[in-house]
């Protein structure tokens, strides 16, 4: 995540230099190219959380359902809800993504222009997604600090300490 946020940052820069007050790019050509550089990069910075996004979650949210509300962070439901949204949209991509591979040409392989033309259209197509979890992902860090320091329903609770000198009367 905080990859996919170094070149989101990179991005935003990059944009503000090279883009009029309206936001339009003074080369479209370049522009287009970086914006798909942008695209495989974060893709490719998300790949090696994909298959544990899904369990992230899952702990994140059982963790959220523990907290007690004097821990909790208002938003973090609905960043949950975002990560979910975005993975579950992810998900059908890379399967869409997985059948126009294979309907290519047997010649077509990485490198060459109706592969990686495939691919850069489906990585711009996941690039919001991969972006509401370079967003929202720290809500799942965030979590799990919050469920780290707060107390344990299961802990014993302390005995009440005595003042300095005083001694508690023995029963009999």
């Known amino acids: ?32 190219r970086r ?9 490719e910075a998300f790949e090696s959380l994909r298959y544990g996004a899904r369990h992230l979650l899952a702990t994140a949210e059982t963790q959220l359902a523990q907290l007690p509300e004097t ?12 990560l979910r949204d975005a993975l ?3 998900d059908e991509l890379h399967e869409q993504w997985q059948v126009t ?28 997604y991969f972006d509401d979890w ?12 919050a469920a780290r320091k707060a107390p344990s329903p299961l802990a014993p609770t302390p005995a009440p300490a005595t003042a300095p000198g005083r001694r508690t009367a023995a029963r009999k």
């Open 1 to 32: 995540m905080s990859d996919s946020k170094k070149i989101l940052d990179a991005w935003d820069a990059y944009s503000d230099e090279h883009t009029d007050l309206d936001g339009w790019p003074y080369d479209d050509h370049a522009y287009g």
């Open 35 to 43: 914006a798909s550089q942008r695209d495989a990069d974060t893709a």
């Open 71 to 82: 821990h909790m962070q208002s938003r973090w439901v609905y960043q949950l809800g975002v």
């Open 88 to 90: 579950d949209r992810l």
């Open 101 to 128: 591979r294979d309907a290519l040409p047997v010649t077509a392989k990485p490198g060459t222009p109706d592969f990686d033309d495939a691919l850069a259209e489906h990585h711009a197509e996941s690039w919001s």
């Open 134 to 145: 370079a967003t929202h992902g720290k809500a799942l860090r965030e979590i799990d600090t």
